[in-house]
Each structure stands twice: as structure tokens, then as C-alpha cells.
């Protein structure tokens, strides 16, 4: 059995440190905020090159605080991808905006950015670009934009963890990166967990205060916050796992290239395509396949695991049906009927790779 990703495996590798750090921090006993949050807060900051991060309770509050926190609200709309996971859209409707979905480039998956300006209205206050699976988007196409038009850009890098275009992370191009270290993530943690970067001091004060009931010293309250704080002791999981990040995704790339380099010469396949504009990190390995349903029964039936992100995209789901009645957006319908996603983790061994390639080769040729 192949699966899509082998924690497992992982936590082996880091047995040692992680049994020892997570003793150390029961006996510590300082649960909420305590020391290894901190230190994983300044670590992160030192690696994503910001100023300022706060470690809050997952991805999906990641996006929900920087939206408060960006003075989003309720009538005001954000320009967003329709190609993602739910949370980036329910994040916009939990502070009483409204998603307004723009289509997808059709090679890099991401917003194209082509048809963002069109979608600017009188009311839209942000653009929130989703870093989808892991390659940037064209980061200096949308600060130009929102520059222009008085915008505020929010990141989602729940995907993007160590992507970086030049050099310069993903996270620290908008006024706030949204990170998610849910445990399949590129950082992942032994639960939920999530990450807010900025290099505004204003805007990372307001998220501590937010980020815990909404008190800026305990006991006095400034405004209705949430419980919403980083875990101490997936803090000790994610300092672990952070030292090893660069190694973990350049492991991740090379599965990708070993897989696109054999995929490209088979008939009704399309590789994943890397744009050149950031350097890619791998969260997917997504491919397009027209007759996706053979391909995933092979693998099924060889006992490897394939997943299809994301089967519907977001303006076709029943929840935003009002919103969207009528919307056509056909480059993310046609790719959400043609997208197959293989396992890709940095454990996963040449040997395995081959013999994914070899059961999707046969399947290819009848
Ligand atoms: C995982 C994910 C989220 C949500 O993160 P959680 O930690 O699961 O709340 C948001 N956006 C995208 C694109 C994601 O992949």
C-alpha cells in the first residue's frame, strides 16, 4: 500500500527529538502560550524573512483573524480563487464579506490574474491569492494591482510553506500569509495548527489580541476576540520539523520531477506545470488526465492511493449557489473533471515512484 502521505514514517525519523521535546514540555507544564510558542513564532519569522507572526488554533483561523485584523467586512468583497479548499472562501463569509470568484490559468492552476481587474468593484477590499499546492503565484502582478486599486492582499499559504519567488517567502509579499500546519501540510503538526505573518507591528498586535479573547492584558478586554492560539505542544513538533523544512521539500521536488519526467511522454497525460515565477513546493503532485476514472482505478486496484483535488470547485458548491448563480468560470470546471493527485511526500523512495509509473503507464496504453 502506497498512501498519499506516511506520517508515520516522518515521526520515526524524528522519534528522538520529538518523544524528548514533548516530555520536556509536559513536565514544563506552560500549555497556553508558553515558551516553545514563542520560540516558534520568532523562528518562523527568522525563516519566512517577516517581521511578525502569530501562532493561532489552524489555517482556516489563520485566514479568519488576518480578514479582521485587514478591517474586512460585512458588504465588502474579496477576489479570491474558486480552486481551493473550502476554508479560503468561509473565512471571507465569517467576517460578512462576499467571495467573488475569478478563473483559473489552466497550466499553474492558480487565479489568473488576467481577469482580476475585471472582477474589481466598488466594493472589493481584497484579493486573497491562494499559493495552490505550493507553487507562488505571480506575486508582483497582484501587489501592482492592488496598489493600484487600493486593495489589501491577504496570502493563503496553507499550501506554500517554504515556497518562495527569488528568494523571498511566500507570506511576506501581502499584508498577512495565512499558514495551516494541519498534519498532512508541508509543516504539519500532530494536529490542528496555524500561522499568521505580517510585517505590519499594528496588524500582529491586533491578531494577539484576537487571537485570545480579544485582551491585550489579562483580564482587560478590548474588543470580542476569539480562543483561538497555536498549541504549545505542536509548537515543539513544529520546531522540529522547521529545522528540516528545505530538506523536506526539496524531497518532495524531487519526487515531482522524477514523476513528470516519465508522465510527459505518456499519451492523455499532462504533468503538472511549473511557471518559473516561484519556486514550486509540492504540497499536490496534481496532474490532468482525461480518462481520469481508469487511471484511478488502476491505482486503487495496485494498491496505491490518489485523491482528486478539488472535485467541485468553490463557485459550483451548493453553500454559494446564491452567490454565484449563474457563474461560469470553465477553465476551473474543465480542470476539476480532469485533475488526479498522486502521493508525493518526502519519504516516498524511487522504487515506489517507478512502480507508480508503471501501473499508470499500463492503465494509459489500454
Ligand atoms: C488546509 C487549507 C486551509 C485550512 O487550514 P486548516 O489548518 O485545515 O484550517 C486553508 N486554505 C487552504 C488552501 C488549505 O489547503
Not at 223 to 235: K, T
Not at 309 to 315: E, N, S
Request: overall charge negative.
Amino acid at each position: 500500500m502506497i498512501p498519499m502521505v506516511d506520517l508515520k514514517q516522518q515521526y520515526l525519523d524524528l522519534k528522538e527529538e520529538i518523544d524528548n521535546g514533548l516530555l520536556a514540555g509536559l513536565e514544563e507544564t506552560k500549555f497556553i502560550l508558553g515558551p516553545n510558542v514563542r520560540a516558534f513564532e520568532e523562528e518562523c519569522a527568522e525563516y519566512l524573512g517577516v517581521d511578525h507572526t502569530v501562532g493561532v488554533a489552524s489555517g482556516t483561523d489563520a485566514l479568519h483573524l488576518a480578514l479582521i485584523a485587514a478591517g474586512v467586512e460585512k458588504g465588502d468583497e474579496v477576489i479570491t480563487t474558486p480552486f481551493t479548499f473550502i476554508a479560503t472562501a468561509e473565512a471571507i463569509r465569517y467576517v460578512g464579506a462576499t467571495p467573488v470568484f475569478v478563473d483559473i490559468d489552466p497550466q499553474s492552476y492558480n487565479m489568473d490574474l488576467n481577469q482580476v481587474e475585471d472582477a474589481i468593484t466598488e466594493r472589493t477590499r481584497a484579493i486573497l491569492p491562494v499559493h495552490i499546492f505550493g507553487q507562488p503565484v505571480d506575486m508582483d502582478t497582484i501587489l501592482s494591482l492592488a496598489e493600484r486599486h487600493d486593495l489589501r492582499v491577504i496570502e493563503d499559504c496553507a499550501q506554500s510553506f517554504g515556497a518562495h519567488i527569488d528568494g523571498r517567502q511566500t507570506g511576506n509579499f501581502g499584508l498577512a500569509g495565512c499558514f495551516s500546519f494541519f498534519p498532512s501540510k508541508n509543516l504539519g503538526g500532530y494536529g490542528d495548527g496555524g500561522l499568521v505573518s505580517t510585517n505590519s507591528a499594528e496588524l500582529a498586535e491586533h491578531l494577539r489580541v484576537l487571537r485570545n479573547h480579544g485582551s491585550w492584558k489579562q483580564y482587560h478586554h478590548s474588543e470580542i476576540g476569539f480562543n483561538s492560539r497555536l498549541d504549545e505542544l505542536q509548537a515543539i513538533i513544529l520546531r522540529a520539523k522547521l529545522k528540516r523544512i528545505d530538506n523536506y521539500n526539496e524531497n518532495r521536488r524531487r519526487v515531482a520531477h522524477r514523476y513528470s519526467a516519465a508522465l510527459a511522454e505518456i499519451p492523455g497525460i499532462k504533468p503538472p506545470y511549473e511557471d518559473g515565477i516561484g519556486h514550486h513546493v509540492y504540497h499536490q503532485y496534481t496532474l490532468l488526465v482525461e480518462n481520469r476514472d481508469t487511471i484511478q482505478q488502476a491505482l486503487r486496484d495496485n494498491g496505491i492511493a490518489c485523491a482528486i483535488y478539488y472535485p467541485i470547485p468553490l463557485h459550483q458548491q451548493e453553500v454559494f449557489f446564491d452567490d454565484c448563480q449563474g457563474l461560469s468560470l470553465p477553465v476551473s470546471e474543465r480542470i476539476s473533471q480532469q485533475c488526479l493527485s498522486l502521493p508525493v511526500f518526502p519519504e516516498l523512495k524511487d522504487a515506489q515512484i517507478d512502480r507508480i509509473l508503471d501501473v499508470i503507464s499500463k492503465a494509459a496504453n489500454g
